[in-house]
């Protein structure tokens, strides 16, 4: 691919990816009441860990879900959702705080969960969930005062934002039927294929890769404490796909997409901020995150950078040091992905010429 078509690429704009602006109020109130309560009582820490709960739920739950209250059968997709994130959630409150024991146990966990998703493409989309979410809430646990209430508040406001998907999202029209709809794979067939792989290179490749990735991600964390590398994990984490890529779009916009997120923090949060002013900024960011996670991962980037740093450190004026410690962490988080990237395809390709 040329520098000039990958460029294009990454600015693209497609049109046809739509959202109801009613999934996307449901979004934005999923995140910025939580924060407005607690903020109205002096506890914004305690807002803080309930929109992290809602930010794991808000974009998966609401772009495109047209989950119906009234409909039974959309409750199971939002269940679907909530499982990993409430599962990486407890892991997160009983794991963190415990220094190079919780990195080893997060990595362990990540690369099994990578495995366990080789089996299904739901049960992939779920592993990678609970992976992203699993990396954040243990960062956020470690500096949490309470665990168990941290643990309490994250699924508070997971089920707030699953109830108003439920109540807000409009009725989802049923695709139309297939003339001949093929067979599904029953979970027999599913597991003798996934058994199968696990034999060859193709069933363990991206698990390799992603500890590999993640372990590289915690080195450099470690050799360098004073800065907040770990943006790094969580980079890595996100833009290693299942399949090597190589020099990958998604990189370009990531990287780039943090770039501009970390001026528009400097703009949104360069001052110490009223917590009504936090809520609102969050609810709005949080609002347009469905539609951009669909329509430019550059732009839905730029979006979560600003967003990420709220609930964070939501009590005081972002620093300077730490924005541009994630523009930096997120550039190494994409060379070490396309250095492992390549370390795979030349492992692959060596393994087929033998």
Known sequence: MSAKTHLAKAIQWP??????????????????????????????????????????????????SGIDVRDESRIGPLAALLAPVAAAAAIAAA????????????????????????????????ATRFILFLIIATGAASAAPHRAGFLLLTLAGALWTCLLCLLLAPRAKAPPQAATALPLPTAAQRLRRWRRTLSQWAGW????????????????????????????????????????????VKATQRVAGTLLGVLGASLLLGHQLPYWLVAFNA?????????????????????????????MGASGPANGGMLMDRVAATAIGAVIVLLVDRIAMKAASGALAN
């Open 15 to 64: 049109a046809g990816a739509q959202v109801h602006p009613r999934e996307m109020l449901a979004a934005a109130l999923g995140m910025g009441v939580p924060l407005l309560l607690a903020g109205a009582t002096g506890q914004i820490a305690l807002g803080q860990a309930a929109a992290l709960g809602s930010l794991a739920i808000g974009a998966g739950a609401v772009a495109g």
């Open 95 to 126: 794991l963190a705080g415990h220094g190079v024991l919780t990195d080893v146990i997060v990595l362990l966990l990540a690369g099994a969960a990578a495995c366990i998703g080789g089996y299904s493409r739901p049960l992939a989309i779920a």
């Open 205 to 248: 490749q991206y698990s390799l890769r992603l500890v590999l990735g993640l372990g590289c991600a915690g080195i450099l964390r470690w050799l360098f404490p004073g800065h907040h590398f770990e943006w790094i994990t969580l980079t890595v984490a996100i833009l290693l796909q299942r399949q090597p890529e190589g020099f990958a």
């Open 283 to 311: 609810g709005w960011l949080a609002g347009i995150r469905p539609l951009l996670r669909l329509r430019n991962y550059l732009a839905y980037s730029a979006v979560m950078t600003p967003l990420m740093v709220m609930i």
